[in-house]
């Protein structure tokens, strides 16, 4: 049987602090101000308050830059009381450039699943950060290293594991 050692994650960006949620808002504000617009001003104004919007979250982003509050599972739920790292119902925080050695040796079959999460309390739920597969044809190749990602939360951690 097969078993993946988990060797290093190393985090090249943490979850960006303006999820869909913060996008949202910022496009209602813009769009609730068009009708103090009159029909002339407003093409102009809307047009602007769009060309505006990544700068807004650009700055958002910079002010909310949270790290992670990070836990590993080996499921795709995203509840911490699974937590394979670092513990059940705990979190770390990481931020950009920060690498750490979570010591986890998983036995498996034929593949095992490693999900990255962001704990953002019981009433927002947790935000996948990316997942890496781990397969039993890489037994015996080495140190390997995938990238978990997730585009939505913007985030990106480098998973180095071998299978022994």
Request: hydrophobic share 35%; glycine share 8%; charged share 20%.
């Amino acid at each position: 049987m097969p078993t993946a050692t988990v060797q290093t994650i190393y985090c090249v960006q943490p979850a960006t602090g303006t999820d869909f949620g913060v996008n949202q808002a910022v496009i209602d504000a813009i769009m609730s101000l068009t009708p103090q617009f009159t029909q002339n001003d407003f093409a102009s104004n809307l047009l602007h308050g769009i060309r505006s919007l990544p700068s807004i979250l650009g700055a958002i982003d910079a002010i909310r830059a949270d790290p992670d509050n990070l836990f590993i599972t080996t499921g795709t739920e995203g509840n911490v009381d699974d937590a394979v790292w670092p513990s059940p119902g705990n979190t770390r925080e990481v931020n950009a450039d920060q690498s750490f050695e979570p010591g986890l040796v998983l036995p498996f079959e034929y593949s095992q699943n490693l999900s990255l999460w962001d704990e953002d309390g019981p009433l927002n739920g947790n935000d996948p950060l990316g997942s890496v597969t781990m397969t039993a044809d890489e037994q015996g190749t080495g140190e390997i290293a995938k990238i978990a990602r997730s585009d939505i939360e913007g985030s990106a951690y480098y998973v180095i594991y071998r299978v022994d």
